[in-house]
């Protein structure tokens, strides 16, 4: 079936380290792809998103790139802030279907000083 | 300006209550969503409706209930059935249609002792 699979975590970096966490899916047509972040105590926000293959969806020096071949939408930051401790997630959204969105587990980053 | 609340933000409420969350939008969106969160785990879909006056449930649907009775708000009733009803609750809402991001309250932690 439909499903978002990303990295599990922890992931601890350093300050301006570079970031990748890995998202892959399993959908039938062409979903919409995003990513959220959650900051302690709080809903999830939009990060950034892609509604079709080869977009490049970026936003506040975060991107990922909608990848059909290898149904990955990886996201990446050249150099992580303290502020950017957040837990991730990625998800899906179908096109059709009553039940078309899709959440991953989350990935939780904490970056040290 | 437009958005979708929840409250409370803190619940706290003895064993055998029931008790009811709210979620309310004005951002004009078909469908709506309620999701628990359980300390460093991620989202599970509890209940979700695409219009007013249906709803479906989710994966963990036993012991909740919803209504939808207007667009703009899809209450959760946490029942004295939810064995263990202590958690992070969520909701969500979004327009129907491919690319579209879900919106996300700030949850509702409920505490039940």
């Known amino acids: 079936g439909d499903s978002v699979t990303q990295m599990e975590g922890p992931v601890t970096l350093s300050e301006e380290a570079f970031l990748t966490i890995n998202c892959t899916y399993t959908a039938t047509g062409y979903p919409s792809l995003f990513w959220y972040v959650q900051y302690p105590g709080e809903g999830l926000q939009l990060l950034l998103k892609?509604?079709?293959?080869?977009d490049k969806g970026s936003n506040k020096g975060f991107e990922a790139t909608y990848r059909k071949e290898t149904t990955s939408f990886h996201l990446e930051k050249g150099s992580v802030q303290v502020s950017d401790s957040a837990v991730y997630f990625c998800a899906l959204l179908l096109q059709t279907g009553a039940n078309n969105l899709f959440f991953g587990t989350g990935t939780r980053l904490t970056v040290i000083p | 300006d437009g958005g979708i609340t929840q409250s409370p933000k803190y619940l706290f409420r003895k064993e055998g209550q029931n008790v009811t969350l709210s979620c309310e939008q004005n951002l004009n969106h078909d469908a709506m969503y309620w999701y628990r969160q359980d300390p460093g785990q991620g989202l599970r879909l509890i209940y979700y409706s695409q219009i007013v006056n249906d709803f479906q449930k989710g994966d963990i649907a036993e012991g909740y209930s919803v209504s939808r009775e207007k667009k703009e708000s899809f209450p959760l009733t946490v029942t004295s059935a939810q064995k263990n009803p202590t958690a992070f609750y969520l909701c969500?809402?979004?327009?129907?249609?491919?690319?579209?991001?879900?919106?996300f309250g700030q949850g509702t932690r409920l505490t039940v002792v």
């Open positions: 969500a809402s979004m327009l129907r249609g491919a690319g579209t991001e879900a919106f």
């Open positions: 892609a509604t079709k293959a080869d």
